[in-house]
């Protein structure tokens, strides 16, 4: 039985597109043709799958005047910052770039009896659970080195971003990659856990919600497939007395109102150094108030609407429970806030981390800031999370901020930068926001199983 899977504009709340997905019959039936596929598939020259893959991003590229704006109906990010292909072609060039030596065979040794060597061969069949966050470049985070490691792929998109599939799954098969390769499918919760639990795939990627990861984790139990889980994140930035002001504020401000406050990796918490709180505070409500909310369509709109009203109503609710616990909030309501989608970025002082939002994900423009004596008492906050993707240090003292991130229970540690993914570093989060890793040459390890071989020559 298939069901109608429906995006709600959060520009006007029109529907903007809908989608049957498949029936588990159906489902079942992508699977299996993926599977058959994957054997020719990796048996093709590395080069050759680099090749087509790269050929596949340069035709999302060549979609791009025609996503932006799509992009902007599907979630809300303002046109002006000109969509994802920057970051999309980015990270599918290092992965290819660094393909050949991350997937070279490791000789251990050779002589006249014996050769051996570890090969990295792949999985198999890989599920992309995609996000609307940052729909393109969380997708190809995983489905470029997949593809080119000689996995086959079935990409499942969230419902926010329902297009994104589509063209993706066009613009590689528009170039030579085999549609049974490179599959998009529209999967309700169910046959997706069904499948899973089937065996269907032979390693799942899901980025999205603690839930939804669990999800993935009870559907996979027993069945011994890998999952990769990029979950929640509460990412602290920490202001040291030494540190640039200005860029500081400039820098973390816009990595915890960017994209509507709607990023992964996005600044949640703020603690700075008491010598610097003040002057910090001033120039963050400066950058905020200088703020456009509206219309993403509009060129001048610098913060559009939040994805969904439901998304929106959350961040209201942990913003009006920390002002009546006593917080508050510095910036006034904004004239295109509408109560529903459009939401005031704010900015929130007089916070304890007893607040949700402080504790819980926000995924919106919001940002709590607190005055901090020293680095054990910031070490200490940061460290006070169920979450842990990455943590962003503002000094000048390069060792400082070493020694700090050794102790900061975090899977990216940033220094005088924010809200940053590099492909050359592994993507990888602990406690509830997940585990596994992608990127890098470690992500190539994950998305491949090692098999040895050990070759006597003579028998004599």
Same mark, same amino acid.
């Given at each position: 039985?298939?069901?109608?899977?429906?995006?709600?504009?959060?520009?006007?709340?029109?529907?903007?597109?809908?989608?049957?997905?498949?029936?588990?019959?159906?489902?079942?039936?992508?699977?299996?043709?993926?599977?058959?596929?994957?054997?020719?598939?990796?048996?093709?020259?590395?080069?050759?799958?680099?090749?087509?893959?790269?050929?596949?991003?340069?035709?999302?590229?060549?979609?791009?005047?025609?996503?932006?704006?799509?992009?902007?109906?599907?979630?809300?990010?303002?046109?002006?910052?000109?969509?994802?292909?920057?970051?999309?072609?980015?990270?599918?060039?290092?992965?290819?770039?660094?393909?050949?030596?991350?997937?070279?065979?490791?000789?251990?040794?050779?002589?006249?009896?014996?050769?051996?060597?570890?090969?990295?061969?792949?999985?198999?069949?890989?599920?992309?659970?995609?996000?609307?966050?940052?729909?393109?470049?969380?997708?190809?985070?995983?489905?470029?080195?997949?593809?080119?490691?000689?996995?086959?792929?079935?990409?499942?998109?969230?419902?926010?971003?329902?297009?994104?599939?589509?063209?993706?799954?066009?613009?590689?098969?528009?170039?030579?990659?085999?549609?049974?390769?490179?599959?998009?499918?529209?999967?309700?919760?169910?046959?997706?856990?069904?499948?899973? /639990? =089937?065996?269907?795939?032979?390693?799942?990627?899901?980025? @999205?919600?603690?839930?939804? +990861?669990?999800? !993935? %984790?009870? &559907?996979? /139990? =027993?069945?011994?497939?890998?999952?990769?889980?990029?979950? @929640?994140?509460?990412?602290? +930035?920490?202001? !040291? %007395?030494? &540190?640039?002001?200005?860029?500081?504020?400039?820098?973390?401000?816009?990595?915890?109102?960017?994209?509507? +406050?709607?990023?992964?990796?996005?600044?949640?918490?703020?603690?700075?150094?008491?010598?610097?709180?003040?002057?910090?505070?001033?120039?963050?409500?400066?950058?905020?108030?200088?703020?456009?909310?509206?219309?993403?369509?509009?060129?001048?709109?610098?913060?559009?609407?939040?994805?969904?009203?439901?998304?929106?109503?959350?961040?209201?609710?942990?913003?009006?429970?920390?002002?009546?616990?006593?917080?508050?909030?510095?910036?006034?309501?904004?004239?295109?806030?509408?109560?529903?989608?459009?939401?005031?970025?704010?900015?929130?002082?007089?916070?304890?981390?007893?607040?949700?939002?402080?504790?819980?994900?926000?995924?919106?423009?919001?940002?709590?800031?607190?005055?901090?004596?020293?680095?054990?008492?910031?070490?200490?906050?940061?460290?006070?999370?169920?979450?842990?993707?990455?943590?962003?240090?503002?000094?000048?003292?390069?060792?400082?901020?070493?020694?700090?991130?050794?102790?900061?229970?975090?899977?990216?540690?940033?220094?005088?930068?924010?809200?940053?993914?590099?492909?050359?570093?592994?993507?990888?989060?602990?406690?509830?926001?997940?585990?596994?890793?992608?990127?890098?040459?470690?992500?190539?390890?994950?998305?491949?199983?090692?098999?040895?071989?050990?070759?006597?020559?003579?028998?004599?």
């Amino acid at each position: 039985m298939t069901q109608t899977l429906t995006c709600i504009s959060p520009i006007d709340g029109s529907v903007f597109a809908t989608r049957e997905t498949l029936g588990p019959e159906a489902a079942r039936a992508a699977a299996d043709r993926a599977r058959a596929a994957q054997a020719a598939w990796a048996a093709r020259p590395l080069q050759e799958r680099i090749d087509l893959v790269m050929a596949g991003v340069a035709a999302v590229g060549d979609m791009n005047d025609e996503i932006v704006p799509e992009l902007a109906r599907l979630m809300g990010r303002p046109v002006r910052f000109g969509g994802e292909f920057g970051g999309f072609e980015e990270r599918a060039t290092h992965m290819a770039s660094i393909a050949r030596e991350a997937l070279a065979n490791i000789d251990v040794g050779e002589d006249e009896t014996f050769k051996r060597y570890i090969r990295r061969v792949p999985l198999g069949v890989v599920l992309v659970v995609a996000p609307w966050n940052y729909p393109y470049m969380t997708a190809i985070n995983t489905v470029a080195p997949a593809l080119i490691a000689g996995n086959t792929v079935l990409l499942k998109h969230a419902t926010q971003t329902l297009l994104v599939g589509e063209r993706m799954a066009r613009a590689f098969h528009s170039v030579g990659v085999p549609e049974e390769v490179f599959q998009n499918v529209f999967l309700d919760h169910d046959t997706t856990a069904d499948l899973i /639990a =089937g065996r269907a795939f032979d390693f799942v990627n899901f980025t @999205g919600s603690v839930g939804g +990861g669990k999800a !993935m %984790e009870r &559907a996979a /139990a =027993g069945t011994f497939t890998g999952v990769g889980l990029e979950l @929640g994140g509460k990412d602290p +930035g920490y202001v !040291m %007395e030494d &540190a640039d002001l200005q860029a500081a504020a400039e820098t973390l401000i816009d990595a915890a109102m960017f994209n509507s +406050g709607q990023c992964c990796c996005g600044i949640e918490r703020i603690y700075v150094h008491e010598s610097l709180f003040d002057a910090f505070l001033e120039k963050a409500i400066a950058i905020v108030n200088g703020y456009k909310l509206g219309d993403p369509l509009d060129p001048d709109t610098s913060i559009g609407p939040m994805a969904n009203t439901r998304f929106a109503q959350q961040v209201r609710a942990q913003i009006d429970e920390a002002v009546a616990a006593g917080a508050v909030a510095h910036i006034d309501t904004m004239p295109g806030d509408d109560g529903g989608t459009y939401l005031t970025p704010q900015i929130l002082t007089n916070v304890t981390h007893d607040m949700r939002v402080m504790r819980e994900e926000s995924f919106g423009p919001v940002v709590g800031i607190m005055p901090v004596r020293d680095d054990e008492e910031a070490l200490a906050l940061m460290n006070d999370s169920d979450f842990g993707l990455t943590a962003s240090l503002w000094t000048r003292d390069l060792a400082r901020a070493e020694r700090l991130g050794d102790r900061i229970e975090t899977g990216t540690v940033f220094m005088n930068r924010a809200d940053y993914l590099d492909p050359g570093l592994c993507w990888t989060g602990c406690k509830q926001t997940g585990r596994g890793g992608g990127l890098s040459v470690i992500g190539y390890h994950n998305l491949t199983r090692p098999k040895s071989y050990h070759l006597k020559k003579v028998t004599g």
